[in-house]
Nanobody, 123 residues
Framework: QVQLVESGGGLVQAGASLRLSCAAS???????MGWFRQAPGKEREFAAA????????YYADSVKDRFTISRDNAKNTVYLQMNSLKPEDTAVYYC?????????????????WGQGTQVTVSA
């Protein structure tokens, strides 16, 4: 079993930056990791994913060129650097562990989820 704890969320103005962190503990393997988000009244959606090695990354079109996912396997931590934030980025952000070594945009490929961290972007 793995535990995932997100941190780094907050309230910022449009155009600002935030860095989210996801610390993994427990049984960790060579898994891909992902960030998903859920805005009020909307379904959860994919934001970014990264392979175990960090050599491959994937982004939703809505965050591409603004968000960067990275990982430090020595620290069992995954990061999401979010720049040029927009009000439409407001959501609860969840990190998740993939069942496989590759990152993936499909939620059903993930077997462990964190509790989420709130990101609010004001206009």
């Amino acid at each position: 079993q793995v535990q995932l704890v997100e941190s780094g969320g907050g309230l910022v103005q449009a155009g600002a930056s935030l860095r989210l962190s996801c610390a993994a503990s427990g049984r960790t393997f060579k898994n891909g990791m992902g960030w998903f988000r859920q805005a009020p009244g909307k379904e959860r959606e994919f934001a970014a994913a990264i392979s175990w090695s960090g050599g491959s990354t994937y982004y939703a079109d809505s965050v591409k060129d603004r968000f960067t996912i990275s990982r430090d396997n020595a620290k069992n931590t995954v990061y999401l650097q979010m720049n040029s934030l927009k009000p439409e980025d407001t959501a609860v952000y969840y990190c998740a562990r993939s069942k496989i070594a590759a990152g993936t945009r499909w939620g059903f490929e993930y077997d462990s989820w964190g509790q989420g961290t709130q990101v609010t972007v004001s206009a």
